[in-house]
């Protein structure tokens, strides 16, 4: 199956975890709320997971042609997903501030933690024990599952002071800062830095006339 058409399975992976590159799935923000979303319907959601290499392509197209039969169930896991993608961009942008998060976002994160913890099973190989996902191939919300583990694992045991969100103009995006000297700025330099560039250009040309305002295509 070749990739699923949405912009979802084309966006930069730049957060540097599964989790943010969750949360960066919209087009930009302005304020924390989101300019574009990339994730208008249940199969963006499958196409994203399978950008992040999450789900294999013969898991996307199972999970597609379960959604068809279940739509209900779909635009349920595709709420959940926003719900949680949402909850998480608050509990990092108040990591990033320095303030304290919303027990109510604790609360969502923690909600499909557990249902993530419900489809874990030990199990024995040749090379020793390991976790293994125990649901169906076809259990709409599986990708859910990774991204509340890997935000879970980032919250307890990742260098938060490393968490940033980039300087560009209503981009919102979030990365984990891993360059040596913590100096990264923005999501990418060829959007956001080459933009910044671009403004600091012409306000230096023309400082006293107001510049039109171009927000990056991604
Ligand atoms: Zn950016």
Wanted: charge should be positive.
């Amino acid at each position: 199956m070749k990739a699923l058409r949405s912009s979802a399975a084309e966006m930069r992976l730049v957060g540097g975890r599964l989790c943010l590159d969750f949360v960066n799935t919209v087009d930009g923000r302005n304020d924390s709320v989101p300019l574009g979303d990339k994730l208008a319907v249940y199969s963006d959601l499958v196409a994203w997971s399978q950008h992040s290499g999450i789900v294999t392509a013969a898991q996307a197209a199972r999970l597609i042609k379960e959604s068809k039969q279940k739509t209900a169930a779909a635009n349920s896991v595709l709420h959940r997903a926003i719900a949680l993608r949402e909850a998480l961009h608050r509990i990092f942008k108040a990591t990033v501030t320095e303030s304290v998060p919303q027990s109510s976002d604790l609360e969502t994160v923690n909600d499909e933690l557990l249902k993530a913890r419900k489809n874990e099973k030990l199990i024995s190989t040749d090379k020793g024990f390991t976790w293994e996902w125990a649901a169906e191939d076809t259990a709409l919300d599986r990708m859910l599952w990774r991204v509340a583990q890997s935000a879970a694992e980032f919250l307890s045991t990742g260098d938060l002071s490393r968490l940033r969100e980039c300087g560009g103009e209503q981009c919102g995006w979030l990365f984990e800062d891993t360059s040596r000297n913590r100096t990264r700025q923005w999501c990418h330099m060829q959007d956001c830095g080459n933009l910044a560039k671009v403004r600091r250009f012409r306000t230096r040309l023309r400082s006293s006339s107001k510049t039109k305002r171009r927000r990056v295509t991604r």
